[in-house]
C-alpha cells in the first residue's frame, strides 16, 4: 500500500475514526416496534447514501463543504456536530440522534490508519476506558466482524453495551477509503461491575 500526502490523509483518517463511533437506538427502556422500524428506515438510507459513488469535483467529507473546517482541524480542534439540520429526529415515541466527528492526525498514512482501524483486539487499549473488552470474531475479503464491550457511566448507574460488529472498507480513489462499521448486535449489561450485573432483555 502506498504512503499519501499529508493533507490526502487527514480526510480520510478523520472519516474512518469518526465512523469507528456509532450511536445504537436508546437501551435502558422498551422499545416500541413503530420506533425500531423508524430506526431501521433511517439507517437504510442513511447506509445507501454513505454507499454511492463520490462524483467527481463532489467533496469527499463533509468538512469540505463547510468552509473554515479544514483549518480548524489543522489546528488542532476537535470538530463534533450534528449530522443533520433536523437532529434530533423525531420519530414515533422517540429521537434519533446522529453525529459527526472529525479529527486531524498529521504524518499519518493511509496504512496506518488502515491499520489501527483493522486491529480490533487493541481496541481495548485504543479507546480505553470506554471500550472494556474488544475481540475478533473473523476477518473475511468483504468484511471484518468483531465484538466489544463497552461501558457507559453516570452519576446514579453503571452500565456497559455488549455487541457484535461488522466493518467493511472500500477504496474511492487512489489514496482514500471510506470506512463503515455497523452493530449488528447490542445488548444492555444493567449495573455492570456490581454483585447484582445481570444482561438485559434485547431492545
Not at 84 to 97: E, N, T, Y
Amino acid at each position: 500500500m502506498k504512503s499519501a500526502k499529508k493533507k490526502d490523509v487527514a480526510g480520510v483518517a478523520a472519516l474512518a475514526l469518526s465512523l469507528v463511533s456509532f450511536s445504537p437506538p436508546a437501551v435502558g427502556a422498551d422499545l416500541a416496534p413503530e420506533t425500531i422500524a423508524a430506526w431501521d428506515e433511517y439507517v437504510k438510507v442513511v447506509s445507501t447514501r454513505s454507499q454511492k459513488p463520490v462524483e467527481p469535483g463532489t467533496p469527499f467529507l463533509s468538512i469540505d463543504q463547510v468552509p473554515g473546517q479544514a483549518a480548524r482541524l489543522r489546528a488542532g480542534e476537535i470538530i463534533v456536530t450534528p449530522a443533520g439540520p433536523q437532529m434530533p429526529l423525531k420519530v414515533p415515541r422517540g429521537l434519533i440522534h446522529h453525529w459527526a466527528g472529525a479529527s486531524f492526525i498529521p504524518s499519518a498514512t493511509l496504512g496506518d490508519v488502515l491499520r489501527i482501524l483493522g486491529d480490533y483486539e487493541r481496541y481495548k487499549s485504543f479507546y480505553h476506558p470506554h471500550v472494556i473488552d474488544s475481540e475478533v470474531i473473523a476477518k473475511e475479503p468483504s468484511e471484518d466482524r468483531f465484538s466489544m464491550l463497552i461501558m457507559n457511566k453516570s452519576v446514579v448507574s453503571q452500565t456497559a453495551l455488549r455487541g457484535t460488529f461488522r466493518s467493511s472498507y472500500t477504496r474511492a480513489e487512489n489514496r482514500r477509503y471510506c470506512a463503515t462499521t455497523e452493530a449488528t448486535h447490542l445488548q444492555e449489561v444493567a449495573n455492570y461491575g456490581t454483585a447484582s450485573e445481570r444482561l438485559l432483555p434485547e431492545n
